[in-house]
């Protein structure tokens, strides 16, 4: 069954492409999955808009965490998914995660998916400077989000992470 979800989070969203555009210039849109598979685009107001690349990184992935009030999505990232540090190098934006943050996951792969598609699409949406995003663990690149090691997880994020279709 969870396979099933995975898949038609991955094919909605291949489907949908990805046309959404920021209409507010207070407002951040935020990727959540949808129970019923599929994405919902969530649109958050701030009053203090964020300025800098790093600030509204630091928003999308906190805002990530909470869940929103609809009940039809639910939250992509674990409550306590705390950022070490981001910065970017030209067009690739690095997201460096605490290996303490990777034990909040379940293991599965459809969570996996989940995370890292929410976490591009927001980005996509948000960050037009920024094509691919690199996920580092303790400031190193790794190969999955495994919290039980390395080769723990099942999907590969050893490689840059593009965020529109080539």
Do not use: C
Not at 15 to 44: C, K
Not at 129 to 140: C, Y
Request: hydrophobic fraction near 40%.
């Amino acid at each position: 069954m969870a396979l099933l979800t995975a898949f038609l989070l991955v094919f909605k969203s291949r489907r949908a492409g990805r046309t959404i555009r920021q209409t507010a210039p207070d407002a951040l849109v935020l990727s959540y999955p949808h129970r019923q598979g599929g994405w919902r685009e969530v649109r958050r107001m701030r009053a203090d808009y964020p300025g800098t690349l790093e600030e509204k990184t630091r928003w999308i992935v906190a805002e990530l965490t909470r869940p929103d009030s609809d009940p039809a999505v639910f939250t992509p990232l674990p409550e306590t998914f705390p950022l070490r540090s981001v910065f970017s190098d030209g067009s690739r934006l690095y997201l460096d995660i605490s290996a303490a943050a990777l034990g909040d996951l379940s293991g599965g792969s459809m969570e996996e998916i989940v995370l890292l598609e929410s976490l591009k699409r927001s980005f996509a949406v948000n960050l037009p400077e920024i094509d691919q995003v690199q996920i580092l663990v303790e400031g190193s690149p790794r190969r999955t989000l495994g919290g039980g090691g390395e080769d723990a997880g099942h999907i590969n994020i050893l490689d840059p992470l593009p965020l529109r279709p080539r």
